[in-house]
């Protein structure tokens, strides 16, 4: 939806072979935006904390080294979270890397089931907005 709405994208799992670090460094180091999808699974590998969603924490888990390289390259002014489950709404709730970085930013919510087109519209408009 996105790229029918005129955005340009970039995501991980879509385009990675060889060596992964690598293009994902790049892969973010060339965006001008970083658009990061929250999910309870996704803050507790950041943070690498012990959870039913992430029962083995791993200090290489490439969302978390993905985040960190997004915020030492772009810094939290350059991107958007996108909370995509109702128990994520809360910011205060978020922890580690995170909480601390993006928890105090707005966030598209995109966590009800209904309405993608008018969501990512919404999504769109932020990231013009955060391009300046």
């Not at 460094?25 to 803050?43: D, L």
């Not at 928890?103 to 009800?112: A, F, H, I, R, T």
Request: glycine share 6%; proline share 3%.
């Amino acid at each position: 939806i996105l790229r029918d709405l005129g955005v340009k994208t970039w995501f991980d799992s879509q385009q990675l072979s060889g060596d992964i670090q690598a293009q994902m460094a790049a892969g973010i180091e060339n965006s001008k935006i970083v658009v990061v999808f929250i999910t309870k699974r996704y803050m507790d590998k950041v943070g690498m904390i012990e959870s039913a969603e992430n029962p083995r924490p791993n200090a290489a888990d490439n969302c978390k080294r993905e985040f960190l390289h997004a915020i030492n390259t772009k810094t939290a002014a350059k991107m958007i979270a996108v909370v995509m489950e109702p128990r994520m709404k809360d910011t205060s709730g978020w922890k580690g890397p995170l909480g601390f970085n993006l928890g105090s930013e707005l966030y598209v919510d995109m966590s009800k089931d209904h309405n993608v087109h008018t969501q990512c519209e919404d999504l769109v408009a932020r990231i013009h907005q955060k391009m300046g």
